[in-house]
């Protein structure tokens, strides 16, 4: 079993829908989350970080962490075109462990936002 | 956010050649690089933790005498493909780590297309 599961999808939604991006994890010692956008071709970039379980918002994105579950989400309102693009989660152990500053990826979802 | 430059974005080598890769900081000083290699439609899969003053740290199945790293500077970490092969042929992206507080957040670079004929 994978640390993160990630569905790689692919996932088409229409201009202005509510995308809903999921991971899930297996490790108990990741403490931090977060939600990276790759472009084609390019390196990915950090959209959202979370530290604790609950919600975070961020103008239309929202990155929702549920510890107990082991489960994190990433959502999106008023998806645009614009936002068509790979999304990576990636989670780390908290400081002291031996694997402190190491993420670990899920897959990627590949979303495509059609006008 | 802050800025992490790669370079070259692109390069193509003829097999049994060396590329080398250079990952900077631009505006925070890095005591932790990562080196990360993705293939099409995949993850980005980790190969080595680059430490400022010290030996790179690899993972497990990936042959430091094939994948250099040397961590000079606060700002810099280099890796370089000795003897590149046509197996060799990915993307290469590099990340630094900035820790403020408890946060500790990788920025990445731009990556780096190697490809070899």
């Known amino acids: 079993q994978k640390e993160v599961e990630q569905d790689p999808g692919p996932l088409s939604v229409p201009e202005g829908a509510i995308v809903s991006l999921n991971c899930t994890y297996s490790?108990?010692?990741?403490?931090?989350f977060m939600w990276y956008r790759q472009y084609s071709r390019k390196g990915p970039e950090l959209l959202m970080y979370?530290?604790?379980?609950g919600n975070k918002e961020d103008g239309r994105f929202t990155a929702q962490v549920d510890k107990s579950s082991k489960y994190i989400s990433l959502f999106i309102r008023d998806s645009q075109p614009s936002d068509s693009a790979t999304y990576l989660c990636?989670?780390?152990?908290?400081?002291?462990?031996?694997?402190?500053?190491?993420?670990?990826f899920g897959q990627g979802t590949i979303l495509t936002v059609h006008p | 956010g802050a800025v992490v430059s790669q370079h070259p974005s692109w390069v193509i080598c003829k097999s049994g050649t060396s590329v080398k890769i250079e990952c900077r900081s631009l505006d925070f000083q890095a005591t932790t690089m990562f080196w990360y290699r993705q293939f099409p439609k995949q993850s980005l899969m980790l190969m080595a933790t680059s430490n400022e003053g010290s030996k790179a740290t690899y993972e497990q199945g990936v042959e430091k005498d094939k994948f250099l790293i040397n961590h000079a500077s606060l700002t810099l970490s280099t890796l370089t493909v000795t003897s590149a092969h046509p197996e060799d042929s990915s993307f290469y992206i590099c990340?630094?780590?900035?820790?403020?507080?408890?946060?500790?957040?990788?920025?990445f670079g731009a990556g780096t297309r190697l490809s070899v004929l």
């Open positions: 990340t630094a780590r900035f820790n403020i507080g408890t946060k500790n957040i990788q920025y």
């Open positions: 490790n108990s010692a990741f403490q931090y």
């Open positions: 990636a989670m780390g152990a908290g400081a002291g462990g031996t694997s402190y500053g190491k993420l670990t």
């Open positions: 979370t530290y604790s379980s």
